[in-house]
């Protein structure tokens, strides 16, 4: 007859091969799932380099200029004139480099003289005239 540590035995044995069964079940969908995954990946980044190839043609300079001198008169397109955006002479100066707090140039911005011919964005008021 069955004693009773046989019984238990035999059922932590059929609960061990169903919990082995179980895992084993569960990696293999997970396996697939990140398969499916990675496959999706090579396809989006295959499309993106279409995508890219398709771009840098269609934006070939080459290309647009032919094509703005085949459909010039069609579209009204005139060749622009440098001058019309500006001259250099309008470009700002480049504010100076001011010292970075964070490392420790704290005092050297404090003692540091203002410049007063430095430009910004605001409105003249007039009230230096």
């Known amino acids: 007859m069955l004693r009773s540590i046989d019984v238990v035995m035999i059922g932590l044995l059929l609960g061990g091969a169903a919990f082995t069964f179980k895992v084993k079940h569960d990696s293999e969908v997970a396996i697939e799932k990140v398969t499916k995954l990675q496959n999706e990946i090579k396809t ?6 279409i995508l890219k190839a398709d ?3 269609l934006t070939d300079p080459k290309r647009l200029q032919v094509l703005v001198e085949r459909y010039q ?11 019309a955006i500006g001259t250099i002479a309008e470009i700002p100066v480049k504010p100076p480099q001011l010292p970075d ?12 003289e203002p410049d007063n011919n430095l430009k910004t964005g605001t409105v003249d ?5």
């Open 101 to 112: 707090p964070d490392k420790g140039d704290i005092a050297s911005l404090i003692e540091a």
């Open 55 to 57: 771009w840098s043609l």
């Open 125 to 129: 008021s007039g009230a230096s005239q």
């Open 73 to 83: 008169g069609q579209l009204g397109i005139e060749q622009l004139d440098p001058q």
């Open 44 to 49: 989006e980044q295959e499309s993106l380099d």
